[in-house]
């Protein structure tokens, strides 16, 4: 089964954010930092093609502080872009957003007008509504842990030059590169009843179970690490309640355990995805 998902509205919000990009300055992109190659919407790039952006790798405390530090410096490397790395604590988020913003448009426009509107975009579920609210110093956005919460356009004076446009989060039609789909799957940008769980939640293991052997180990109480994935899913399920009432490991439950395990950072901090080599 191709991992997919891009809804009516998604369609909608990329000829509304055609028509902004004439009105636009600067863009802000809201990256979540453990996937910032897979989370960067190929066809939000395109669209705001030409338009200083500032990257805000958002999410950092759930990604490995090293990986976001090559990212960081990756990123800054970028022509017409910056790099802002956001964690739990937002409470400073508007002097840095608002900095860069200005150093941006003045290398690219230094005759720019007083009034500047700048859009902001991501993937689902990459934490863009918890910005805005930090932008705006106030609660403007309803925030979740599911994807697809904000629904329309909204739009927010940052201060006396600055006016911000809130997206809806958008995914591209195709998503090509099913191991980047896999990395959006499993840090929850891809709506649950848009995906087979049990795929998902076996793919995730193989993953982890390479990438993460001893972390796995310790977190589900293993006396050792099985063999191959159905091994350790079972031994999982065995330590979290996954098994039914006839003995069998239910796949879909230990599956949705592993994913809000990774999710939530129960599994450590891990970066999915490193930058290109080379590039620093």
Known sequence: MAISWYPGHMHKTGKELRKLMTATDAV?????????AAGANPLLAEIAAGKPALKLLNKSDLADPGATADWHQHLNTLPHCRCLVLGLNK??????????????????????????????????N????TVMNALAGRKLAQTGNE??????????????????IDTPGMLWPKLADQDAALRLAMTGSIR?????????????????QSALPEVLRQRYELEESPGDTEALLSAI???TGGINRRGDTDYGKVAQTLLNDY?????GNHT?????????
């Open 147 to 164: 994807p697809a919460v904000t629904k329309g356009q909204q739009r927010i004076r940052l201060n006396q030059s600055w006016t911000l």
């Open 192 to 208: 649950q009843t848009a995906i087979d769980i049990e795929e998902i939640g076996w793919l995730a293991a193989e993953y982890l």
């Open 237 to 239: 399920a065995r330590q």
């Open 28 to 36: 802000i992109e809201v990256l979540d930092a453990r996937i910032p």
């Open 91 to 124: 409470q400073d988020v508007i002097e840095s957003v608002l900095r860069l913003l200005d150093q941006l448009t003045a290398e690219v426009q230094p005759a720019l007008g007083i009034r500047k509107q700048c859009v902001i975009f991501g993937i689902p």
């Open 263 to 267: 999710r939530s950072g129960k599994l």
């Open 126 to 129: 990459v934490g863009k509504s």
């Open 272 to 280: 999915l995805e490193l930058p290109p080599a080379g590039t620093d």
